[in-house]
Nanobody, 124 residues
Framework: QVQLVESGGGLVQPGGSLRLSCAVS????????IGWFRQAPGKEREGISC????????YYAGSVKGRFTISRDNAKNTVYLQMNSLKPEDTAVYYC?????????????????WGQGTQVTVSS
């Protein structure tokens, strides 16, 4: 079955860095759209960064552009989210999601397969 497992979350001070990992199984990573999303309590789920399986184009939300970097290692079936210059407003549960039919968008409702999430807390 398709599985996605996030790891790497934790507590970090503002300005710090953290790298999240998403280990996938049950599908070939390069053939599916993959993305990172986050949701803070009481707020709408937000697409952070997504990679299109069609052409490899990468989307970044304006709130994280220049600070976060998405990457994938197809051989290791793992997707990463490098987060630098973290801010308190980055505090959220971060989810990895994948779907074979998404056409390069970064809208959460279009993704059918999700990980369990990993908590990121940025606080001084």
């Amino acid at each position: 079955q398709v599985q996605l497992v996030e790891s790497g979350g934790g507590l970090v001070q503002p300005g710090g860095s953290l790298r999240l990992s998403c280990a996938v199984s049950g599908f070939t990573l390069k053939d599916w759209d993959i993305g990172w999303f986050r949701q803070a309590p009481g707020k709408e789920r937000e697409g952070i960064s997504c990679i299109s399986s069609r052409d490899g184009r990468i989307y970044y939300a304006g709130s994280v552009k220049g600070r976060f970097t998405i990457s994938r290692d197809n051989a290791k079936n793992t997707v990463y989210l490098q987060m630098n210059s973290l801010k308190p407003e980055d505090t959220a549960v971060y989810y990895c999601a994948a779907d074979p039919k998404v056409s390069g968008t970064c809208r959460g409702y279009e993704y059918d397969h999700w990980g369990q999430g990993t908590q990121v807390t940025v606080s001084s």
